[in-house]
């Protein structure tokens, strides 16, 4: 049993580095190019596959983790959402297995929440990646329903929204090679990538509609 769980575990590592190296260079790609549309295919397949072994993986005996569990469920979210933004290019309606997707991860997130506020209450300062990933998944989700009410609101919401994910997929690619990769397990490990990749999806979001940006600062 253990030998096969070792398997899955070396598995999820590999299919998690294609999911690293596919991600980073989609980045760096040019947006919309085919370059950019085979890298972003490569990582969604690389970071959705690593992420539904970590799930049962963590919940095999000597190996229960369950934030790690909740991180793939949250991870697969991203990739999800992310590629189905793309659809509202020229789509107006979300779609009952949009609000399926994101409503499933805000009842996630709210479990996170909840998870990371008792163990606080109880002096566990574990509880603080719960609190932070849990808001962060929360915050997003109900972002989702937002932008599900009226797609074609904002300009180039659709992209705003697949760019968002997509990133947001990466840095949770970024945040397990430091973890598992590089042995480091401390807070900022798990929370820096979260804080400089928002900063990157802002430094996007600027770009792609700047008008609508301004506006809201007015």
Known sequence: MEQTITFFIYLHAFLGGIGLITGIGSTIAKK?????????????????GSSTISIPIAMMPNHE???????????????LVGNRALQFKTRSNADIVDKAISGSMLLFSAIMLGIGM???????????????FGGFGLLLTLKDFQFY??????????????????????????TAFIIAGL???????????????????????RKVN?????????
Request: a positive charge.
């Open 32 to 48: 919309g190019s085919p370059l950019h549309k085979k890298l972003g295919k490569l990582f969604s397949i690389g970071m959705i």
């Open 65 to 79: 983790n369950l934030f790690l569990l909740l991180i793939g469920l949250f991870t697969i979210y991203l990739v």
């Open 118 to 132: 008792y163990r606080l209450l109880n002096t566990d300062t574990s509880g603080l990646l719960y609190v932070f």
């Open 149 to 174: 009410k009226n797609p074609q609101k904002t300009k180039n919401g659709w992209l705003l929204s697949h760019i968002g994910k997509m990133i947001g997929a990466l840095i949770a690619s970024i």
């Open 183 to 205: 042995s480091i397990g401390n807070l900022m490990a798990w929370t820096l990538p979260t804080v400089l990749g928002t900063i990157y999806i802002i430094y996007w979001k």
């Open 210 to 218: 700047p008008k609508t940006v301004a506006a809201k600062k007015i």
